[in-house]
Structure formats: C-alpha cells, structure tokens
C-alpha cells in the first residue's frame, strides 16, 4: 500500500506502477478533481487544509479496511494540499485486482470513506467571498 | 501537566493559530478541556455540536482523559476530495 498527503502537484503514473500486478486484471484509478463551480458559485481555487499524522494514519485504514473486505491486490492513495487551481488533482485513489467488479467496488467504498474520516478541510474561495467547507458531521468512526 | 492542542481549517483560522500549549489540570477529559477553551475563546463554542475529538492523532471519545504530553486536536467536520459529496 501507498499513502500520501502532498503538497506536490499529483501525478498518476508512480500510484498506477506500484499497485500494478502481473495477476491483476483491472486497475482503476480515481482523481477528484478541482470543479470551477459549486452550488451557483463560480469557483476561483481551493485552499486544503490537512492533520497530516493523523490523515495519513486514516488513509492507512481505509485502505485496510478496503483489502480486507474485497479480494483487490493492491491500494495507493494520495491526497494534496495547500492552494489548488481549478482542474488540478486533489484526491488520487489507484486501486488493482484480478476482476473490474472489486476494484470499481473497493474504489468507490475507499473515496466515500475518505470523505468520511480523514481529517482534511478544503476551502472554496469564490468571487467576493470564501469559506471552509464542511462535510456531515461524523457518527460512526 | 501539559497538553498542545492542533487547530486546523476553520478553527485555525479563528484562533489565529495552529497550535496552543497549555496546561491542563490532572484528570481533565478532552471534551472539559475544548470547555475550559470556549470560555476563553467564546468562538470556539460554535462548533460544540459538531466537533470530534482527537489525542495523538487518534478520534477519541469526549469523555477520555488526558494524559501529560498529550496532543490534542478538535475536528470539524472533515470535507477532503473534490466534491462535496
């Protein structure tokens, strides 16, 4: 497994290398990407704000979470921070297994979760006005 | 004893600061000591209803008690990806 929280631009090609096997036939990878709008609000840049121990830690577990419950090989997961323009990457998750149906199901269960648990905050700044956005409160960690 | 407190996003923001060493009565749980703090920081109570607890960089529940050397942290409710959803 590959974890990461960066402040570097993200780049698919070395998440895609480390979770690639020669007996797996599916790799899906996710990119959550910066949208230049958000509820009628023309969006200028997102500014993320992470607890990187914990985050990372958090990341860890999701991933363990996914390894245990889907018969997937492999998971990388990287999340960026600081100051995003719009269309650059903010989340990556590259998830590999020998069938298409574990991995879209793993990806999908890891990106829903990561919303979830994993401390990170970004803010939208717009025009005339910006503000930190907040997920649902969490219930259950 | 002593414990440092992490403020991150919005918290961060309104303190002014990432981070606070304080010190903390023995026996104090972690959800009295965010109290002890909205009293000084009456801000900060804003966020009491949707706030979790960490303590060295793990959620914890509101009743845990502090140890010497604790590092604490509140955390909004996170919104890390893209979306908002």
């Excluded at chain 1, 650059?88 to 979830?116: G, M, W």
């Excluded at chain 1, 700044?125 to 969490?138: A, C, H, L, Y």
């Excluded at chain 2, 606070?20 to 104090?28: F, M, P, R, S, Y």
Aim: aromatic residues 8%; contains cysteine; proline residues 6%.
């Amino acid at each position: 497994m590959l974890i990461e929280i960066t402040p570097e631009p993200l780049a698919p090609a070395p998440f895609l290398q480390h979770v690639r096997r020669d007996d797996s036939g599916a790799l899906v990878l996710f990119l959550g990407v910066v949208r230049n709008n958000n509820l009628g609000r023309r969006v200028l840049y997102l500014e993320y704000d992470a607890y990187p121990e914990m985050a990372k830690r958090k990341l860890w577990e999701v991933g363990e979470e996914a390894l245990a419950r889907w018969p997937i090989t492999d998971v990388a997961i990287a999340h960026r921070t600081g100051r995003l323009e719009i269309g650059e990457t903010a989340l990556l998750v590259a998830v590999s297994s020998p069938h298409r149906h574990d991995a879209f199901s793993a990806c999908h269960h890891i990106v829903n979760r990561i919303k979830e648990v994993v401390p990170i905050w970004k803010k939208e700044v717009w025009e005339g006005g910006e503000t930190w956005i907040e997920g649902e409160p969490v219930t259950e960690k | 004893m002593k414990a440092r407190v992490k403020f991150f996003a919005a918290l961060r923001e309104m303190m002014g600061t990432r981070e606070l060493n304080l010190e903390v009565a023995d026996g104090q749980t972690v959800s009295g000591l965010y109290r002890e703090l909205c009293a000084r920081f009456p801000r900060l109570g804003d966020y009491n209803s949707t706030l979790l607890y960490s303590v060295n960089a793990e959620y914890v529940s509101p009743d845990h008690t502090l140890r010497d050397g604790d590092e604490v942290a509140f955390i909004p409710p996170v919104s890390g990806g893209s979306g908002a959803h």
